[in-house]
């Protein structure tokens, strides 16, 4: 041992060396820590003591145990966790790391976090590491390291804070002094995007808001995707700049403006996207997918495009509506459901007629959908769906959504396509009915429509799909092409214009889809997302529900731009207590039996009333006679008798849910304490038994 000692002495010394040189030296900064490892772990044997010895190791070891802690740390390994929510939030989905793997360009993250305010609130430093984790996750797996991460914290009055301001990173206020910069620009190449600021109460979000963004600058050339709306989505919504849902799908897409024409504005996106000359229908090949927004007013020349797409293959999203609130605000005097449009504005109601007549559709075109189980409180014409209204589990478009959001949506309520494959995707309750638009919108009537709905043998679809290969719904070709009805007076012998030749298609060259939704307003700013205010006029939208989602799936599919299928729709949850809603559904078809009975005893009784005052002898006389009076007391009566059987339902129905929530609270907090009073007691009791056998 004394022979080695020289040489270790040599070995620690060399090492010492190493580590100073590491301060100047940038390739060796990188294993500085094990060189000083090293050079600790030789020191450890030159001692004699073995006392110092085994102290000096003792400490080694530890500090090695925690190099190591931190090296897996920095590692994808190291990062793994035990996801214990129901919808596995917070384990990244196939789409994420299949974008991640599939990453061919280099992507650039900065990432801006003002870490040192006294001010932060709580929510957001507790959001601060999670932020950190899940983009060192993202460097970790994407291909050949292509991501890279530039952590940089913006203190006031330095190059960094500058550099956060021309990224475009939100600045937020947490104090009277202090500002906070906490967000990201992401970047590859001429690329680039910004998300100006990490909401926490947008955390469901967070894993789409990245990738979704790291998708789009890594992407070489957007899918196009064809719109076609009576509706201005450009500038409409609430806050006068377009739809939220615009936003997001022009941020996915390249989305070319069809217009109501269809075909009219052709020639226009041809030329921008550099495709040649424009032919005189729509290509898939070109446009896989076509978003139809309540197309109020369609002609049968544009539903001719349409059919035409269909059988060329193509797939199209309908968005149909028997009530378009979007529609009425865009009117410049209201509108009154079911009376005609204002001078201006877009009618409330849209379908497809010509198309649904052809596939044996039947739509609510002037009565909207009315559901009792899924109807919210006070307003069942308003309509929160989860799983249970998706009897179609392996439709990838529904994956990983779970809340739909409806307001005065239509239904359809025949559907007859022989020939075609259908899929009722989401349907009602059969607690549900159709009632007219004006009941529906009328406060008085809605707060006694919810007693009017009875369970029955049928429910109503608010989206189905069909597929296959379609026959035309235009036998005799482009309706543009018709010749002019011939006018009384004009010269017969007059030749008549050459009409083209009928090229139209008569039967599908290729499996065709379309996707149909009895509502348009569920895309509309509200139903689909909104926007949490933030000073300046300004505003971070926020996702409220998985409407967006959906129609993003299908549009994935149809685009083949199926990886981010899933992430976007994590959304938080509605988590209805579906027990309660049953029995409350239940009890107001109990009491609007009561209503109707009572209602059809006041009417006899306000006729009776009446045939007594028609016999009056001095029809003169303002007072009532004996009869009369003893009628209306009866009638009083009643009114009394039925008010209080309906108030004692609602005590019955309320003393059943509050019993069922009383044994919720009590099975919440007695069953750990149970758990851990057993495995207490039979550890006691098998020691006893150990101690007692020896």
């Not at 390291?145 to 500058?162: A, C, V």
């Not at 897409?253 to 550099?274: F, H, I, K, Q």
């Amino acid at each position: 041992m004394k022979a080695l000692k020289p040489v270790l002495l040599g070995v620690a010394a060399v090492a010492l060396l190493l580590v100073l040189l590491s301060f100047a030296i940038e390739a060796l900064e990188s294993v500085r820590l094990w060189i000083l490892l090293v050079g600790a772990a030789v020191l450890s044997f030159v001692p004699n003591s073995k006392v110092v010895r085994a102290a000096f190791g003792t400490v080694l070891f530890a500090v090695l145990i925690l190099s190591l802690i931190q090296l897996i740390g920095m590692t994808g390994t190291g990062r793994k966790n035990i996801d214990l929510t129901e919808d596995n939030r917070y384990t990244l989905t196939d789409g994420t790391k299949a974008i991640l793997s599939e990453l061919t360009e280099p992507v650039v993250i900065n990432y801006y976090v003002t870490r040192d305010l006294r001010s932060t609130p709580a929510d957001i430093k507790r959001y601060i590491p999670r932020i950190d984790n899940l983009l060192e996750e993202f460097s970790g797996l994407s291909n050949e390291g292509n991501i890279s991460i530039n952590f940089i914290d913006p203190k006031p009055n330095t190059d960094e804070e500058d550099a956060a301001a021309l990224d475009q990173i939100q600045q937020v206020p947490v104090s009277q002094n202090e500002n906070l910069f906490f967000g990201a620009s992401i970047s590859s190449w001429d690329k680039k995007t910004v998300i100006p600021y990490f909401n926490p109460q947008n955390e469901t979000q967070l894993e789409f808001d990245l990738i979704s963004a790291i998708a789009e600058v890594s992407a070489s050339n957007k899918p196009t995707v064809g719109l076609i709306s009576a509706l201005d989505l450009s500038t409409s919504g609430r806050t006068r700049q377009g739809w939220i849902f615009t936003r997001y799908l022009k941020r996915a897409y390249n989305v070319a403006d069809l217009g109501m024409g269809v075909t009219d504005t052709l020639p226009d996106v041809y030329e921008d996207n550099e495709w040649g000359v424009a032919p005189e229908h729509l290509d898939p090949e070109k446009i896989p997918v076509v978003l139809v927004i309540h197309p109020a007013g369609i002609t049968p020349e544009a539903e001719y495009h349409l059919d035409q797409y269909l059988l060329r293959g193509g797939t199209v999203v309908a968005c149909v509506d028997s009530f378009s609130f979007a529609a009425q605000q865009s009117s410049p005097q209201p509108q009154i459901p079911g009376m005609p449009p204002q001078p201006g504005g877009v009618p409330t109601s849209s379908n497809l007629p010509t198309l649904f007549k052809k596939w044996g559709i039947k739509f609510s075109e002037t009565e909207v959908l009315a559901d009792g189980t899924f109807g919210v409180q006070g307003n069942p014409a308003m309509i929160k769906l989860n799983r249970d209204a998706m009897p179609v589990e392996d439709e990838i478009a529904l994956a990983s959504i779970d809340d739909i959001l409806l307001g005065y949506s239509g239904a359809f309520t025949e559907i007859n396509a022989p020939g075609l494959e259908l899929s009722r995707l989401i349907r009602s309750s059969r607690q549900s009915d159709l009632v007219s638009a004006e009941k529906a919108a009328n406060p008085q009537e809605t707060a006694n429509l919810k007693f009017t709905l009875r369970s029955k043998d049928r429910q109503y679809d608010v989206m189905i799909s069909l597929s296959g290969k379609f026959e035309t719904a235009f036998p005799e070709g482009n309706p543009a092409n018709e010749p002019a009805p011939e006018k009384e007076g004009e010269d017969n012998e007059e030749k008549a214009p050459e009409l083209p030749a009928d090229s139209s298609l008569k039967t599908g060259e290729s499996k065709g889809n379309i996707y149909l939704f009895a509502d348009s307003d569920f895309l509309y700013d509200g139903a689909a997302y909104r926007l949490i205010p933030t000073g300046g006029g300004g505003g971070i939208p926020q996702q409220v529900s998985d409407n967006g989602p959906l129609v993003f799936n299908i549009l994935d599919q149809a685009t083949n731009s199926k990886h981010l299928v899933g992430a976007r729709a994590r959304t938080p949850n509605w988590r209805p207590f579906t027990v309660f809603q049953e029995m409350t559904s239940k009890f107001q078809e109990e009491a609007g039996e009561k209503m109707e009975k009572f209602q059809k005893e006041q009417e006899k009784a306000s006729s009776e009333i009446q045939k007594l005052q028609a016999q009056r002898k001095d029809s003169r006389s303002p007072f009532l006679n004996e009869e009369q009076q003893e009628a209306l007391k009866g009638l009083r009566e009643q009114q009394v008798n039925a008010a209080k059987g309906i108030r004692e339902l609602e005590k019955d129905n309320q003393s059943k849910i509050d019993a069922i929530k009383a044994g919720i609270f009590w099975k919440s907090l007695l069953t750990v304490p149970a758990i851990v009073l057993v495995l207490g007691l039979g550890i006691f009791i098998y020691r006893s038994a150990k101690t007692q056998a020896r």
